[in-house]
């Protein structure tokens, strides 16, 4: 069977998404397992929540018995990043009604950086590629989380230091992005705001913290630039 120029682009382009999500969402599915729910619920949570950290959350929680309050809590802080880079790519968004919705609850941070880091040929169609990127990177996550939870419960063995696909996905996507913008700065300023975040400001709250202050500086080089170019830029 021959593949279609779009399927052949989009398969090729999320290759490092699925080395990423088959292990992690299997590591997810592994440390699901061992809160005693039928394997099955993770294969839910992989389709109706399709959160990465927030389904690793997730376990801590179920397993500390904490309430849907706290949960809900919790998860909309440690996703609320989707929000700041999820509105850069609204207006790039070609696609409408269902298509639009499901790109917006599908969009990951693994998902937005293919999406913006990605030059398309002129005969691909950016809404499909958009489409089909979002739907097969849920469809890997989606696997991982089944395979690595009806392990669990099939198999017993050590589950420590599983967690570390996590960080390393995103080391991988962090150097894909570099590849693509060929500009050391974001990236040093990015770090200089974690770390400053994390020493000086609140640990518990680091991520939240660190993502408004780079959104701060992120706006204050806009405005700069504008300012730079004048009124007619």
Known sequence: MTLSP???????????????????????GVLFSELDHHWLYATAMGLFIYAGAGQFLAVGLLANQATLTEMAVATLLINSRHIFYGLSLISRMPNRGWRRLYQIFGLTDETYSLITATSLPADIDRGQFQLRVTAINQ?????????????????EFSTDGIAFVLPALFMVLTIEQYKHLRDIRPFVAALAIGLGT???????????????LSLSVLMMQYAARRTHKGPEA
Do not use: K
């Open 6 to 28: 779009l399927n052949t682009l989009v398969l090729r382009t999320s290759l490092p998404v699925m080395f990423g999500y088959l292990p992690l969402g299997a590591a997810f």
């Open 139 to 155: 469809l890997y996550w989606l696997v991982g989380c089944t395979v690595g939870a009806w392990l669990g419960s099939q198999l």
């Open 198 to 212: 994390l020493l000086l400001i609140s640990r518990e709250q680091m991520l939240l913290i660190a993502i408004l």
